[in-house]
């Protein structure tokens, strides 16, 4: 299991330190036109804010904080994945996502298949769309965007209490190899087109990321636990 680097500040130089970094990441997501959730409203910021600075304060009192962080990076980027998966191209503005679209199992082109997807995944929005899917994109684009802000929270979070932000930044792209490749194939699968992985493939993938959800635990009841701490139920 992960544990907490020794030789760390004291608890509340690390939080300051957290909460400086994490409310510099929020700024940048509300107020810039590149930003992630540039276009929301006043009280979705103020949610997205309660509910990761309420994800500090749980992580930070946790008994293992790094293995608490650890789970909530899961849980957040296979949220983060299940839609991320229309985006990952190989021109994409992002450059993790460019980068995943040469990863193994992650075609770089599920965009291309939105209009065959969305009747099966999108069916909702899909009634209320355009001829150019309008809806549907709008949607894809939203859910990515909360659940990158909340991956990238905790990817902070794990920099600092692991003393090296790089090594966060390779455990969350391992983590979204795998988490993409398993979507896609998923998504490919329940909508009968063409797959990227043969079985053998598909049963190891299976299996990695089975064992990475019972790290993680109960989705629903971390997110409880954050909602009733932030006070946002």
């Known amino acids: 299991m992960l544990s907490l680097v020794r030789n760390k500040p004291n608890k509340y130089s690390l939080a300051e330190a957290i909460h400086a970094d994490v409310s510099g990441f929020l700024y940048e997501a509300f107020s810039s036109n590149e930003g992630l959730l540039g276009n929301v409203d006043r009280w979705t910021q103020r949610k997205v804010t309660m509910e990761n600075l309420a994800k500090i304060e749980l992580v930070l009192a946790a008994d293992d904080p790094v293995e608490h962080c650890y789970q909530n990076l899961i849980r957040e980027i296979d949220t983060e994945a299940e839609t991320g998966i229309y985006l990952a191209r190989e021109n ?8 995943l679209a040469d990863e193994p199992g992650i075609s ?3 965009y291309d298949a939105v209009p065959a997807i969305a009747p099966i995944l999108f069916a909702d929005e899909l009634a209320h769309s355009d001829a150019k899917l309008d809806l549907v994109w709008v949607t894809i684009s939203a859910r990515y965007d909360r659940a990158r802000v909340d991956a990238e929270i905790s990817r902070i979070i794990m ?4 003393d090296d932000a790089d090594v966060s930044e390779d455990m969350a792209y391992a983590v979204r190899t795998l988490m993409y490749s398993f979507h896609e194939d998923l998504t490919r699968r329940r909508c009968e087109l063409p797959l990227q992985l043969d079985e053998r493939q598909t049963r190891e993938l299976v299996l990695m990321v089975t064992k990475l959800e019972r790290r993680a635990g109960d989705y629903e009841e971390r997110v409880r636990e954050i909602c009733e701490k932030a006070e946002t139920q």
Do not use: I, K, T, W
């Open 108 to 110: 770089g082109g599920l």
């Open 159 to 162: 920099g600092f209490l692991m």
């Open 92 to 99: 994409a503005n992002s450059p993790s996502l460019s980068r």
